[in-house]
């Protein structure tokens, strides 16, 4: 069985999905052969739209695994060997009037309808999926993002007179004017990571904290980022899942995050959860944090345990079912249609 998972143009600003998947390959001693595919365009007007559809149905697999935010793919591959993989629907929020009625249609309501099989990252995103096409929730299965196999844990000494907080994200949903004005005098600094600019950075010039930012980082840097801090900050009022809870729980770190779905599930008991909205809720989080040692210990232990189900060996073989799935389903409506 040759897989081929299909990506969004490469970019050296957005790779997210690519890491969550270069944690998952196929098992060891496998006979099956799994190929990674970059689109060729990447904007979302109509022509480039037209030319991602055209070169991807040029492509030839026995699977074909859209691996996210190119929904519109369904529209251009078989439907009976194609997987699509969707991991929030944020986009939704992010327009509104005629632009968010065909982002809906193109993103979300017609690959949603044609597609056999849809994976998505937690329980919130599938209900989410659900709630606006009104599609069979029986053909989506929740599968995990993996946790990243670079991320390590360094013994640290904590920095109770001045934590070293890690914040990772320049979207919105990140929550940093919230987080900033939490923060205010309480001696501490910040490892920002991502491109801030415009606005972001004015808040964080303006927000008086000591701060370093550091972008376009690769795999071993952003396990560097996570072991050079005391505490992971991520209060974000939107995720599909939430990757940093789990990366800064494998590298035994003190997590904050949000204590609304999935962040909350996807930390299981190992973070301290805080009301994003609610600048108190997370200024009392983070103090709780620095001045409460067993607390804090007592998190990062349970951290540790919570992770294990986030290994890619756990992750990978469950795509590994679904792509078998696929190639059974396929067969058998071939020998149905004989």
């Known amino acids: 069985m040759h897989i081929l998972r299909i990506f969004r143009k490469s970019s050296p600003q957005f790779h997210s999905f690519e890491r969550v998947f270069a944690q998952v390959g196929l098992p060891e001693g496998s006979t099956d052969t799994l190929q990674d595919w970059h689109l060729p365009e990447g904007k979302a007007d109509p022509i480039s739209i037209l030319k991602n559809c055209r070169a991807a149905a040029a492509q030839k697999a026995d699977v074909y695994h859209i691996t996210g935010l190119a929904h519109y793919l369904m529209l251009a591959l078989p439907a009976k060997k194609t997987v699509l993989t969707i991991h929030d629907s944020?986009?939704?929020y992010r327009h509104k009037g005629f632009k968010r009625w065909m982002m809906k249609k193109l993103f979300l309501d017609w690959p949603v309808k044609r597609a056999k099989v849809i994976t998505t990252i937690s329980q919130q995103s599938k209900d989410e999926i659900v709630q606006h096409t009104g599609t069979n929730p029986d053909k989506i299965?929740?599968?995990?993002?993996p946790v990243d196999k670079h991320i390590y844990h360094r013994p640290k000494t904590f920095h109770a007179e001045r934590p070293v907080f890690l914040f990772i994200g320049v979207t919105p949903n990140k929550n940093l004017a919230n987080t900033l004005e939490a923060l205010k005098g309480i001696p501490c600094h910040l490892i920002m990571v991502g491109n801030f600019i415009g606005e972001a950075l004015d808040l964080l010039e303006k927000s008086g904290l000591s701060f370093e930012i550091r972008k376009n980082l690769s795999d071993q840097q952003m396990a560097d980022a996570y072991a050079d801090a005391d505490i992971v900050l991520f209060a974000s009022v939107y995720e599909g899942f939430g990757l940093p809870i789990i990366e800064g729980q494998k590298a035994g770190r003190a997590v904050l995050t949000s204590n609304?779905?999935?962040m909350k599930t996807v930390a299981g008991k190992g973070a301290c959860l805080v009301n994003p909205h609610?600048?108190?809720?997370?200024?009392?989080?983070?103090?709780?944090?620095?001045?409460?040692?067993?607390?804090?210990?007592a998190l990062i232990s349970e951290g540790f345990t919570n992770v294990i189900q986030f290994e890619p060996k756990y992750i990978e073989q469950q795509y590994v079912e679904v792509?078998?799935?696929m190639k059974s389903f396929k067969n058998y409506e071939l020998t149905i249609n004989n």
């Open 323 to 325: 792509y078998r799935y």
């Open 260 to 262: 609304v779905e999935p």
């Open 278 to 297: 609610q600048i108190e809720s997370i200024r009392e989080g983070i103090l709780r944090l620095i001045s409460d040692t067993n607390y804090r210990e």
């Open 141 to 145: 299965r929740v599968i995990y993002n």
């Open 90 to 92: 944020v986009f939704l």
